[in-house]
């Protein structure tokens, strides 16, 4: 959450393409808070803002979805007119978003592995290379969890997965995430 307040308010310097990387920032904060897919987070209107919550029919799956307005995404509403700055094409949004966030400075290094074929392969780069219009509903999902407050039925509910299993295959938690999560609890104390 703190990235996400820290590309919230981040003010772009260049007033070239400022106004254009501000419409993509404001988009990808939306689907950080909201969980919804990017077919579903850039099509919001103000007839899916209703009495504080985001009610919307997913394009995907076909199921209503119902999520409390972060304040962020209200204040976005608001700045937009009740419009989120939709209609860009995703390849045109997940190209700049990289752009963006380097710009912001989330270049923390970031190493993940994975197995391609029968090999497992590690790889590392920058944060901000990671990022797409799909690391919004992943880092909301992970968000959510990592609140301890919500349930994982609850929070499945909105991303629309099916099993416990690939819900947590699909939210991003690390060692370091488990560790703060767990520290508190009684376990580790006297």
């Known amino acids: 959450m703190n990235e996400i307040t820290r590309i919230y308010y981040y003010k772009f310097m260049n007033q070239d393409k400022r106004r254009a990387k501000e419409r993509i920032r404001d988009l990808f904060v939306v689907g950080c808070l909201t ?56 390849q045109y949004v997940n190209k700049y978003l990289k752009t963006i966030m380097k710009e912001i400075g989330l270049n923390d290094i970031v190493t993940y592995s994975f197995t391609k074929g029968g090999k497992l392969v590690t790889v590392t780069k920058e944060k901000w290379e990671l990022i797409s219009s799909h690391t919004a509903r992943r880092s909301a999902a992970t968000n959510m969890y990592l609140t301890g407050r919500m349930k994982t039925l609850e929070i499945m509910r909105l991303t629309g997965h099916r099993t416990e299993q690939n819900f947590f295959r699909y939210i991003r938690l690390t060692n370091d995430d488990t560790a703060r999560s767990i520290s508190g609890d009684m376990f580790f104390r006297k």
């Not at 897919?37 to 209503?64: A, P």
């Not at 700045?79 to 860009?88: A, D, T, W």
């Open 35 to 90: 969980a919804l897919r990017y077919s579903d987070y850039s099509t919001l209107t103000c007839d899916n803002f209703q009495n504080g919550y985001i009610v919307k029919r997913t394009k995907k799956t076909n199921i209503d979805v119902k999520v409390p307005a972060h304040d962020y995404v209200k204040e976005i509403f608001a700045k937009y007119h009740g419009h989120i700055p939709g209609n860009l094409c995703i």
